[in-house]
């Protein structure tokens, strides 16, 4: 039976550490893991456009020996109406592994379901793993550990919204307290809180819902965003622009955390809406770190899921 990456609330604290150690070991060796993935194939799906997730994805199978296939819904029968079953099994005839960027999670849940090959979520509009995994070795590096991380917060200020949803999830898997501020009415999902508490009780971490910012950021030592209007809410913008007013990460915002505090953004960022450009492009800024870490932590997903690498 195959393993799949739908959540990162799927992951134990120990699969997680394990990854991040995996990510570490293939950022700084990467000669080492040029033809792990020989002969193999990741299908790569595609219903929403894609800088980072596309090139790191592609790049991660090239560096490793094997090969990715961008497969735009436009392209495959997928979008002329196939059931997600028949595409799961047909592709699991021909590939080692799927990747898939959709817009409803069913259609990520369904490819892991009815295939026979490891399923990773390269983002649906609920969760987005492979950020929220990235995003937190990324303050692994930062702070030496991920040992580090616990006890320190992390502040998440915006929508609630799929990087939302797996912040909350992967603050517990790492030690960290997490708090997400977001306007009334673009609060969190409950079925995702729910089981983020359930986790932070397991964990011992805390989680804060809050509708201001300044109580998320206080004591943080990193502050997260995302843009205000994602993929697919392009009509919605400038209501959006309005519902999110005073939301912006700037310097203001940040006095409020610690210190050494960092500033992480998944990209694209739109400065001068949910980030001001004085922290996008700041000393605190670690957004293209978090970028080119895409690459590692994938690696280390696709490694463990794809070719049977320990963590």
């Not at 996008?280 to 280390?300: T, V």
Request: with cysteine; glycine share 8%; proline share 3%.
């Amino acid at each position: 039976m195959s393993r799949h990456l739908i959540s990162i609330h799927d992951l134990t604290a120990v699969e997680v550490a394990g990854l991040f150690r995996l990510a570490a070991d293939v950022k700084a060796n990467p000669k080492k893991y040029e033809n792990h993935m020989h002969r193999k194939t990741l299908a790569m799906i595609f219903e929403k456009s894609s800088t980072r997730t596309r090139v790191s994805f592609e790049v991660g199978m090239a560096q490793m020996g094997g090969q990715g296939l961008f497969l735009s819904s436009r392209d495959i029968q997928l979008g002329r109406g196939e059931p997600i079953a028949d595409t799961a099994q047909v592709l699991s005839r021909y590939v080692d592994g799927i990747m898939a960027r959709t817009f409803a999670h069913q259609t990520v849940t369904d490819l892991a379901k009815y295939g026979s090959v490891p399923v990773i979520n390269g983002l649906t509009d609920d969760l987005h793993p492979c950020q929220g995994l990235t995003d937190y070795f990324t303050l692994s590096e930062v702070f030496g550990s991920i040992e580090a991380l616990r006890g320190r917060k992390i502040a998440y200020v915006g929508d609630g919204n799929n990087m939302a949803h797996s912040l909350l999830f992967g603050a517990s898997k790492v030690g960290m307290d997490i708090a997400v501020a977001s306007p009334r009415g673009y609060e969190v999902k409950p079925q995702y809180t729910g089981l983020a508490f359930e986790d932070a009780m397991e964990a011992g971490t805390k989680i804060t819902l809050t509708n201001d910012p300044k109580e998320a950021v206080a004591g943080a030592s990193a502050v997260y965003t995302d843009v205000w209007a994602s993929m697919g809410q392009e009509a919605e913008a400038q209501k959006r622009i309005q519902d999110f007013h005073g939301y912006i990460v700037d310097n203001a915002l940040m006095s409020h955390a610690k210190p050494e505090a960092v500033f992480l953004h998944c990209l694209p960022a739109h400065r001068g809406e949910e980030v001001a450009a004085e922290v996008a492009d700041g000393p605190q800024s670690r957004i293209f770190d978090e970028a080119e870490n895409r690459l590692h932590a994938q690696k280390a997903i696709m490694l463990w899921l794809m070719a049977g690498v320990g963590i």
